[in-house]
């Protein structure tokens, strides 16, 4: 590898890791600093979390009373929403090994190497989305996607807003909100629209928090 490669890894690296820093809504939310003056084009330093891989944490968690736990979600909820719908720039690898717990019922990310970015364009259509879907709005979901995603040259518009009406009926009748993402994107590739690869990086962050959460 070239050292202007390295160099430039390194550099967008530092930058997304400081973007998703200024990302964290939740003070409670850990995410590890960079020793900028300690690293190079071969070394990144960076500070050193002591807790527990959320994957490995079942006891741990379980031990939790349940309003701690509960705190613990919504702190990485706002967290990732922070990230995704203000910033821009938000952790593309929400598995419960890039993430931990400690006993006082903190949470902290980790691995930043894949990092998405969302325009703001992007950012505004998917807020419409989500206020349409808690409005039960199908009509203003409808635009919403028409304007967020890469629609085919013929759009069935009735058989769109009707899935769409039944997806958010579904979701409004007890499912779990964060599902959605997944199921939506099934049902836009299946209308035959395509999904830019950052707005897909999205979403799959939003629907991998719900095992999570």
Request: charged residues 20%.
């Amino acid at each position: 590898v070239r050292p202007e490669h390295r160099m430039h890894a390194h550099t967008g690296f530092l930058i997304s890791t400081r973007r998703l820093a200024d990302g964290v809504a939740a003070p409670e939310t850990l995410e590890p600093g960079v020793a900028a003056d300690l690293s190079t084009d071969r070394v990144l330093v960076m500070d050193f979390l002591d807790g527990t891989p959320l994957s490995q944490s079942s006891d741990l968690v379980a031990a939790l009373p349940a309003q701690t736990r509960a705190a613990m979600a919504s702190d990485l909820l706002g967290t990732v929403l922070h990230q995704v719908l203000r910033e821009g720039v938000f952790h593309a690898d929400l598995h419960a090994g890039n993430l931990m717990v400690w006993p006082n019922g903190r949470v902290g990310l980790l691995d930043f190497g894949s990092a998405g970015r969302l325009d703001a364009g992007s950012r505004a259509q998917l807020v419409q989305l989500l206020w349409a879907v808690d409005n039960d709005d199908s009509a203003a979901a409808m635009d919403a996607l028409l304007m967020l995603l890469d629609p085919p040259d013929q759009v069935n518009e009735r058989a769109l807003q009707r899935d769409l009406g039944m997806l958010i009926t579904r979701m409004r009748a007890g499912g779990d909100t964060l599902a959605l993402f997944g199921s939506l994107m099934a049902m836009v590739i299946k209308h035959g629209f395509q999904i830019p690869p950052m707005l897909a990086a999205a979403l799959r962050a939003l629907g991998a928090l719900e095992g999570t959460l």
